[in-house]
């Protein structure tokens, strides 16, 4: 139990253009998403929170209009990076909690290469 | 304010040998603390976890972790390197307020030698 996927597991796009990242808690309901960035040979630096129903709350310096967080229902939430550019090539890694903060299962990952 | 600190990028141990990577962490209230294991290009796996219970938390793959409020330390330990343990490791404490959002630390590159 407990298993939190993401899709797709690697992705190569253009500059410019909009990539979508889902994340889904695939035998419980994830009441809380966490996404997070991590560059290479560095740690998470979580993005934001995604609270299903509700507004996705970010981390300081994280820019909203360019990572785009929805959260529609209990076991999916997405990230859509828009306009991405070569500097947001990263490692994309979701989280998906049930409960208490203990409860914290994480997706994957998803490597973003923008050419 | 919580934060964590690991204290070593890179430990290199030969099979067989005791395993410990250290983490410190600074926390204002009694905090949840962790340990996860990421493999090459893939998610991260939780070892173990702190919650207030027992000091003493054992996870799975044979790894242990203290917790000692006097020297605000988790330190992570094996008695027994294998070379499937060699990975990156992260500490991690969980934010107050019970908002379930994590601090990592930077991270520490176990090798393991044969």
């Known amino acids: 139990g407990a298993v939190v996927s993401q899709h797709p597991s690697r992705v190569i796009c253009k500059s410019g253009t909009s990539v979508k990242i889902e994340c889904r808690s695939l035998?419980?309901?994830?009441?809380?998403m966490f996404w997070y960035r991590q560059f290479p040979k560095q740690s998470l630096m979580l993005m934001a929170t995604?609270?299903?129903?509700?507004?996705?709350?970010?981390e300081q310096g994280v820019e909203k209009d360019k990572f785009l967080i929805n959260h529609a229902s209990l076991t999916l939430s997405t990230l859509t990076v828009t306009s991405a550019h070569p500097e947001d090539s990263s490692f994309y890694i979701c989280?998906?909690?049930?409960?208490?903060?203990?409860?914290?299962?994480f997706g994957p990952g998803t490597r973003l290469l923008v050419l | 304010a919580q934060s964590v600190t690991q204290l070593g990028s890179h430990v290199s141990v030969s099979e067989g040998a005791l395993v410990l990577l250290r983490c410190n962490y600074s926390?204002?209230?009694?905090?949840?603390l962790f340990w996860y294991v990421q493999y090459p290009n893939q998610g991260l796996q939780l070892l173990l976890k702190?919650?207030?219970?027992?000091?003493l938390v054992k996870g799975i793959n044979g790894f242990e972790a203290e917790f000692k409020k006097s020297e605000t330390s988790f330190h992570l330990t094996k008695p027994s390197a294998h070379m499937s343990d060699a990975a990156e490791y992260f500490c991690?404490?969980?934010?107050?307020?019970?908002?379930?959002?994590?601090?990592f630390g930077q991270g520490t590159t176990l090798q393991v030698k044969p």
């Open positions: 035998d419980f309901q994830a009441t809380t």
């Open positions: 991690a404490v969980s934010v107050s307020g019970n908002t379930g959002k994590l601090i």
């Open positions: 995604s609270n299903e129903g509700s507004k996705a709350t970010y």
């Open positions: 989280s998906a909690r049930a409960g208490g903060p203990e409860t914290q299962y």
């Open positions: 702190y919650t207030s219970a027992a000091t």
């Open positions: 926390s204002s209230v009694p905090p949840y």
